[in-house]
């Protein structure tokens, strides 16, 4: 019932930018903490970047100064701007969310995922 969307992946080159963006819907009756994590083929799924409902947010050391997370509350909507890539940021980039779906707890909930792929 509850559904996050990513969209925005792509292939960019070395140097380039991308702007993922998550999409929340469904039964939802209030979101904590929203946030980007990445798995690259034979790695494990890390954490990008975290933001609060206030605002506050955390990044991974290998991202800082490069990736920005936002998110827009009403429209229950997370970004991550992705500057200056790297070969090494391709992953499948997933949204996730801690969720009231209307049990008296936060649970949390994941994207399909979005392939991020820099090459040249």
């Known amino acids: 019932q509850v559904q996050l969307v990513e969209s925005g992946g792509g292939l960019v080159q070395p140097g380039g930018s991308l702007r993922l963006s998550c999409a929340a819907s469904g039964r939802i009756f209030n979101i904590n903490d929203m946030g980007w994590y990445r798995q690259a083929p034979g790695k494990e799924r890390e954490l990008v970047a975290r933001i609060t409902r206030g605002g506050s947010t955390n990044y991974a050391d290998s991202v800082k100064g490069r990736f920005t997370i936002s998110r827009e509350n009403a429209k229950r909507m997370v970004y991550l701007q992705m500057n200056r890539l790297q070969p090494e940021d391709t992953a499948v980039y997933y949204c996730?969310?801690?969720?009231?779906?209307?049990?008296?707890?936060?649970?949390?909930?994941w994207g399909q995922g979005t392939q991020v792929t820099v090459s040249s």
């Open positions: 996730n969310g801690q969720i009231n779906a209307g049990d008296w707890q936060f649970s949390d909930y």
